[in-house]
């Protein structure tokens, strides 16, 4: 067992990041994050508490396992430039000045935040994330009670007939398969973010938002913002008193510009705790 105490860098809260992270490969409760991470063929464990004076305990099997706790729980993400630069702004200052060490969780594998988008298209976020873990379920191995988080080897042997036995529409399960078996998903992590989004927006099935995910999730970069979310439409239908279209959400976030991914972070957290400033009425109505 290898232990760490980690100093953030910048304004850091487990609490908010972890916050609603359960799923096939880790759980978060009473202040402890318990995570499965794959090491040359076998699962191992890894864990992660947060100290009263800011600092984090991370214990894992291995050094590598608390390498890849270190990235998924974005420690070095430091972001106190978005928070200086935004929090003053209309819609994202309450939420900058009263959640600053809010960051995005992330997954493992780029593979996994892969499947995470196309799972999460066009369907409820529930019934997404039961597709999701039935799926890392059949396709890793586990270790009480927690999976590791797919490879692209580990998806690339589903047929798409297999992953739609699973509760994946047809299409997605062939285009998560093409992907898996044509491209080396994890080297997009060295590629600049401006070529991996004009690699993967040529994709079939791969549209803006899952370019948002896999860049958050997957490849640990704020860039790229969550372009037709869900929740980014609702709030953009309350602030504009009509009917928003999911194209219309990346008018929203120009403003943030290469911080636009954290951004949509932000704007999700603040309208869902009532700290984004939107008429009450076109809320309601939303």
Same mark, same amino acid.
């Given at each position: 067992?290898?232990?760490?105490?980690?100093?953030?860098?910048? &304004?850091?809260?487990? =609490?908010?990041?972890?916050?609603?992270?359960?799923?096939?490969?880790?759980?978060?409760?009473?202040? !402890?994050?318990?995570?499965?991470?794959? /090491?040359?063929?076998? %699962?191992?464990?890894?864990?992660?508490?947060? =100290?009263?004076?800011?600092r984090v305990h991370l214990r894992a099997d291995s050094e590598h396992s608390l390498e890849r706790l270190r990235f998924c729980l974005a420690?070095?993400?430091?972001?106190?430039?978005?928070? =200086?630069?935004?929090?003053?702004?209309?819609? +994202?200052?309450?939420?900058?000045?009263?959640? &600053?060490?809010?960051?995005?969780?992330?997954?493992?594998?780029?593979?996994?935040?892969?499947? /995470?988008?196309? *799972?999460? $298209? !066009?369907?409820?976020?529930? $019934?997404?994330?039961?597709?999701?873990?039935?799926?890392? *379920?059949?396709?890793?191995?586990?270790?009480?009670?927690?999976?590791?988080?797919?490879?692209?080897?580990?998806?690339?042997?589903?047929? &798409?007939?297999?992953?739609?036995? +699973?509760? +994946?529409?047809a299409r997605r399960g062939a285009t998560l398969v093409r992907l898996c078996r044509s491209l080396d998903l994890e080297r997009l992590r060295?590629?600049? %973010?401006?070529?991996?989004?004009?690699?993967?927006?040529?994709?079939?099935?791969?549209? &803006?938002?899952?370019?948002? %995910?896999?860049?958050?999730?997957?490849?640990?970069?704020?860039?790229?913002?969550?372009?037709?979310?869900?929740? +980014?439409?609702?709030?953009?239908?309350?602030?504009?008193?009509?009917?928003?279209?999911?194209?219309?959400?990346?008018?929203?976030?120009?403003?943030?510009?290469?911080?636009?991914?954290?951004?949509?972070?932000?704007?999700?957290?603040?309208?869902? $705790?009532?700290?984004?400033?939107?008429?009450?009425?076109?809320?309601?109505?939303?």
């Amino acid at each position: 067992m290898v232990d760490a105490i980690v100093t953030p860098r910048g &304004p850091y809260s487990l =609490r908010l990041t972890a916050r609603g992270a359960a799923d096939a490969t880790r759980r978060f409760r009473d202040g !402890l994050l318990v995570a499965a991470l794959e /090491r040359e063929g076998r %699962v191992e464990r890894a864990a992660a508490t947060q =100290r009263p004076d800011g600092r984090v305990h991370l214990r894992a099997d291995s050094e590598h396992s608390l390498e890849r706790l270190r990235f998924c729980l974005a420690l070095d993400a430091d972001h106190s430039e978005f928070l =200086r630069r935004f929090a003053r702004d209309p819609l +994202l200052g309450r939420t900058v000045r009263l959640l &600053p060490g809010l960051r995005r969780l992330r997954v493992p594998t780029v593979a996994h935040a892969l499947l /995470r988008a196309l *799972c999460g $298209q !066009l369907v409820e976020a529930r $019934q997404a994330r039961a597709i999701e873990r039935r799926i890392v *379920c059949r396709a890793t191995r586990a270790l009480d009670g927690l999976h590791a988080a797919p490879t692209g080897a580990d998806l690339a042997r589903f047929s &798409p007939a297999e992953l739609r036995r +699973l509760g +994946l529409h047809a299409r997605r399960g062939a285009t998560l398969v093409r992907l898996c078996r044509s491209l080396d998903l994890e080297r997009l992590r060295e590629q600049p %973010v401006a070529v991996v989004r004009e690699r993967l927006v040529r994709e079939r099935g791969l549209g &803006p938002w899952s370019v948002g %995910v896999i860049g958050l999730e997957g490849l640990g970069r704020t860039e790229l913002g969550l372009v037709g979310d869900l929740g +980014l439409v609702k709030l953009l239908a309350a602030l504009r008193g009509r009917r928003a279209e999911a194209w219309e959400t990346e008018e929203l976030l120009a403003p943030y510009g290469e911080w636009a991914g954290l951004a949509s972070v932000y704007l999700l957290a603040g309208w869902a $705790q009532g700290l984004v400033p939107v008429p009450r009425v076109e809320r309601r109505a939303a």
